[in-house]
């Protein structure tokens, strides 16, 4: 059974997809550039 995405890696997703860097997303999410790969990868 496959884990539902969470509200944050849908919208890491969704903001990767519009072009968007992973230092600027961590940024803008307070997280660490680490956390919007695993994200990426999760989702």
Same mark, same amino acid.
């Given at each position: 059974?496959?884990? +539902?995405?969470?509200? %944050?890696?849908?919208?890491?997703?969704?903001? !990767?997809?519009?072009?968007?860097?992973? +230092?600027?997303?961590? %940024?803008?999410?307070?997280?660490?550039?680490? !956390?919007?790969?695993?994200?990426?990868?999760?989702?």
């Amino acid at each position: 059974k496959k884990d +539902k995405i969470t509200d %944050r890696e849908m919208e890491i997703i969704r903001m !990767t997809a519009q072009g968007m860097q992973p +230092k600027s997303i961590a %940024r803008i999410e307070n997280c660490s550039v680490k !956390t919007v790969y695993t994200h990426r990868r999760n989702g």
